[in-house]
C-alpha cells in the first residue's frame, strides 16, 4: 500500500514547511489545511497508509473524518520519550524558549487521551526499542480486518 505523511501533503498544499506555515497562520489555518489534506487524500486514494501528527484530534470533525475512513493505530509514548523523539527530529518548536514546554506536554497528552483512545488499536512505543515497537506495529496492523 502507498505511503503518506499527512504534514507533507500539508507542505505541497502551501508550499509553505510546517513551521513557517504556522508562523504565518496559526493553528487554525493549520487546522483547515489539515482538514483540506484529509478530504483530499481520501477523494484521491482507495488505499493508503496515512501518518497523521497528534494534533489531528484537535478538530473534532477532522478526526472524526478520519475514524471514519481509515483503520487507526494510536502510537502512544511517554512524554519525556515524546518530547525526546520530536528533538532528535530537528523539530525545537515545542521547546524553544518555553521552560515549561514539557509541563505543557504532559497537559496535552491528558487532555486528548480520550480521544487517542477512539483509535482501533493503540501501540505503546513507551520503553521499547525501534525492532520491538515495529514488531508491536506490525501485529496491530495485521489485527486490523484489512481487505
Given at each position: 500500500?502507498?505511503?503518506q505523511?499527512l504534514?507533507?501533503?500539508i507542505e ?6 510546517i ?7 496559526g493553528q ?11 478530504e ?5 486514494s482507495d488505499a493508503i497508509v496515512?501518518?497523521?501528527a497528534g494534533?489531528?484530534v484537535a478538530?473534532?470533525a477532522?478526526y472524526v473524518t478520519v475514524?471514519e ?7 502512544k509514548?511517554s512524554?519525556?520519550e ?8 530537528g523539530d ?9 514546554a514539557m509541563?505543557e ?5 491528558t487532555?486528548r487521551?480520550?480521544e487517542?483512545?477512539r483509535?482501533?488499536r ?6 521499547r526499542?525501534?525492532?520491538q515497537s515495529l514488531?508491536d ?11
Amino acid at each position: 500500500m502507498p505511503f503518506q505523511e499527512l504534514n507533507q501533503e500539508i507542505e505541497k498544499q502551501s508550499g509553505l514547511e510546517i513551521g513557517e506555515f504556522i508562523a504565518l497562520y496559526g493553528q487554525g489555518g493549520y487546522r483547515q489545511l489539515e482538514r483540506r489534506g484529509i478530504e483530499r487524500i481520501i477523494e484521491e486514494s482507495d488505499a493508503i497508509v496515512l501518518a497523521a501528527a497528534g494534533g489531528i484530534v484537535a478538530d473534532p470533525a477532522t478526526y472524526v473524518t478520519v475514524l471514519e475512513h481509515f483503520h487507526t493505530i494510536w502510537l502512544k509514548a511517554s512524554p519525556d520519550e515524546h518530547m525526546t523523539r520530536v528533538k532528535k527530529q530537528g523539530d525545537e518548536r515545542p521547546m524553544a524558549g518555553n521552560p515549561k514546554a514539557m509541563e505543557e506536554l504532559k497537559s496535552i497528552l491528558t487532555d486528548r487521551e480520550a480521544e487517542y483512545a477512539r483509535a482501533d488499536r493503540r501501540v505503546d512505543t513507551s520503553g521499547r526499542t525501534l525492532d520491538q515497537s515495529l514488531a508491536d506495529l506490525l501485529d496491530a496492523v495485521r489485527s486490523l480486518p484489512v481487505v
